[in-house]
């Protein structure tokens, strides 16, 4: 695939796949993930995924799955300083002992959820004004948004292919989930409330994330 194919450098958008599986790619820019409706205050986030959020600071670790006892769905959590520009393993899942429900005071989290803990930077919105987000802002993409998008083949730029494929690749060499990557320039579905996806115009030069352990 030509890497000719017109992107912006969005170098803090997300391209990602989900459940090990090579299509669809869903792409989220990053004035939509990091977006004031998105951000919930440290308060409002589980004290489990808060913990789960100071473990990968320590370990390095770019992300790691939650999931619940009543069964195998749950949501990702990423922290986005540790993204880097090597393949980056998964930390280990975490099992919460109870339901979605009761995880959350004022808001409250749903099976298929992104939790962001964002680090220092700037965005740039769809208008061209800029805003900045701290290190350890913690943003909530709901899969009814992040599932609305999909980065269609002849859309996609060859690094960000490649490098889908080769987080694929290493996770069936491994048997461990490859969770992310920043390159250079079963009869399961998802809740029946998801739009049907629509072809973003333009591909973006993003981190790429393999959110192998989604169940639909």
Known sequence: MSNEIPCSNDRRGIVFTIDRESNPVYQLESSAWASAENRWAEGDVPPEIRDKVASLHETGKP???VHFLQGDVGVYVICEKNIKNLPETAGDDLVVQEAY????SER???AYDLVICAKNGTIRAESGETFETREGDYYVVHCQSWGRFVLNPSMRPGFVETTKEVLLLLEGLHRT???SMSPDPTGERLPPDVAQPTAVPVGINCYVLNLSRFKR
Not at 101 to 104: D, E, G, N, Q, V
């Open 63 to 65: 992300g790691a799955f």
């Open 101 to 104: 429900a009761a995880l959350s």
């Open 108 to 110: 409250r989290l749903a």
């Open 177 to 179: 989930n490859f969770l």
